[in-house]
């Protein structure tokens, strides 16, 4: 499912901070140095076991800390940075070696689309997020805010472009803004079916299958691309996934204009699993599948 399902049929078809000192220094470093480092944030050291307030202190700080958390954003909403000397993107929520930093860092006011989380890893809350700019990396985990409690993400509204009225403006649209300003809603586009030599994984079964796909009478996949490039179509191509309850031509009108009603988060995109054979537990793709463009009506372009 490499180039077609690994961008959820966005643009190319298809769907994190560090610690208190690098942790808000996204920008780009000074010819002095190198970033500061995870290694160099401060370190609280211990109150030794001899005390007799070991206990009560490690408990007070303990107690402390959670009071000091800000209030949880919800899932499927959209949050807006705080930080106003940039926020590190990650690929895992937390900073060991297995989260890379991902640039560049989002600056204050930048928009998001709050998709998992919060996860506690790193003394840190961990969102998991679609920035809805396509300057910024396409998804990726950001602290809420710092150990001590000063918040660098907050609730915020989402700027949203126009409803798409061309495939390229279909296919501009970043993940976040998909589910950020169009989540659920029915968009009428212009656009052809044409087949495509796609690179897609049979081994894996979708569940409800119909996320597989459409394949052609030749065996290929379909796929929607630009009606003005019906006979030379560029990259930016849509698998095409049919709402089996939807509206259709019979036969599939291929290789000619269409019209095109369909959605990004579908709502049967939200139980949506994969399994690799018969025998394994599904994985929940629905995070991939709610990114899919599902088609619901399909008319020829002369109607």
């Known amino acids: 499912m490499a180039s077609l399902i690994g961008s959820a049929a966005l643009v190319t078809l298809v769907v994190g901070c560090s610690a208190a000192v690098s942790q808000r220094t996204g920008q780009t470093p000074a010819p002095s140095g190198p970033p500061p480092s995870p290694a160099l944030s401060p370190r609280i050291e211990p109150t030794p076991a001899g005390s007799a307030s070991a206990a009560p202190a490690q408990a007070t700080a303990s107690a402390a800390a959670v009071a000091s958390r800000p209030p949880a954003l919800a899932r499927d909403t959209t949050a807006r940075v705080l930080a106003t000397d940039g926020l590190l993107v990650r690929s895992e929520p937390g900073v060991g070696d297995g989260s890379r930093i991902l640039r560049p860092a989002l600056v204050k006011d930048a928009e998001l689309y709050v998709w998992g989380g919060p996860v506690h890893a790193s003394g840190y809350d961990w969102y ?110 849509f698998l095409l996934y049919l709402d089996p309850s939807g509206s259709y031509p019979d036969p599939l009108p291929i290789g000619r204009p269409v019209n095109v009603k369909g959605m990004f988060d579908h709502p049967a995109a939200r139980g949506c699993t994969a399994t690799l054979n018969a025998s394994d537990e599904g994985a929940d793709l629905a995070g991939i599948c709610r990114q899919m463009f599902a088609v619901t009506e399909i008319t020829p372009a002369s109607e």
Do not use: H, M
């Open 128 to 237: 998991e997020v679609l920035p809805l700019s396509a300057r910024y990396p396409r998804s990726g985990w950001v602290a809420a805010a710092s150990r001590s409690g000063e918040p660098w993400i907050a609730p915020g509204k989402a700027t949203c472009p126009k409803a798409p009225g061309s495939f390229a403006d279909l296919r501009a649209l970043t993940a976040g803004q998909a589910l950020g300003c169009f989540s659920g809603v029915t968009l009428r586009i212009p656009a052809a079916i044409v087949p495509c030599n796609c690179d897609i994984d049979p081994a894996y079964a979708w569940s409800p299958k119909w996320f597989e796909g459409v394949s052609g009478n030749e065996g290929g996949q379909l796929v929607l691309t630009d009606r003005d490039r019906i006979d030379d179509p560029d990259r930016g191509l």
